[in-house]
T-cell receptor, first 110, second 116 residues
């Protein structure tokens, strides 16, 4: 099955700086890569996603890049704000199933 | 759009009892729903995939007789934890696919189960 690795496990950034989270996947058949933000005690919220036929996608301060050859994808958050503090999960979709990374706890210092 | 609700948000029960958790898609018809379990500070682990009108497909290691799933309509799936034990205490989260916007999965707010 699919194996998704996510790094780093924790990330502390100064408000206004950028945050980058990287993920790799193992199954070349995976073709959809969503990113979720989860706040304490809540369900995951889809923040951005990318499909295998696209290399990069941007939505305001958030961007995702995908390298299918290397089987890795990354989340970029620019101009971080305190409300960006949360746990972020990457995932890879294969055969209608999501496999999640272990998560990254992002802390934005004011 | 694409709102998924869960009920209850929290439940505490005694060991040996059964607990039912509901997952509803509020503004779309969900062709497929998923049930996940999440332990503290860990990732989401898929338990089962539920399609309306058919039997759920369970992931390896998940006991189908312990975690009963019913997907009776295109907007409702239920998870029943039977004969719950303290080790079943966890955060249970459902998600749904609309079919129109596949493959996006929309997640519910989760249900915190505590078994005493």
């Amino acid at each position: 099955g699919e194996n998704v690795e996510q790094h780093p496990s924790t990330l502390s950034v100064q408000e206004g700086d950028s945050a980058v989270i990287k993920c790799t996947y193992s199954d070349s058949a995976s073709n959809y890569f969503p990113w979720y933000k989860q706040e304490l005690g809540k369900g995951p919220q889809l923040i951005i996603d990318i499909r295998s036929n696209v290399g990069e996608k941007k939505d305001q301060r958030i961007a995702v890049t995908l390298n299918k050859t290397a089987k890795h994808f990354s989340l970029h958050i620019t101009e971080t704000q305190p409300e960006d503090s949360a746990v972020y999960f990457c995932a890879a979709d294969n055969d209608y199933k999501l496999s999640f990374g272990a998560g990254t706890t992002v802390t934005v210092r004011a | 759009g694409a709102v998924v609700s869960q009920h209850p948000s929290r439940v505490i029960c005694k060991s040996g009892t059964s607990v039912k958790i509901e997952c509803r898609s509020l503004d779309f018809q969900a062709t497929t729903m998923f049930w996940y379990r999440q332990f503290p500070k860990q990732s989401l682990m898929l338990m089962a995939t539920s399609n309306e009108g058919s039997k759920a497909t369970y992931e390896q290691g998940v006991e189908k007789d312990k975690f009963l799933i019913n997907h009776a309509s295109l907007t409702l799936s239920t998870l029943t934890v039977t004969s719950a034990h303290p080790e079943d205490s966890s955060f249970y989260i459902c998600s749904a696919i609309s079919g129109r916007g596949y493959p996006e999965q929309f997640f519910g707010p989760g249900t915190r189960l505590t078994v005493l």
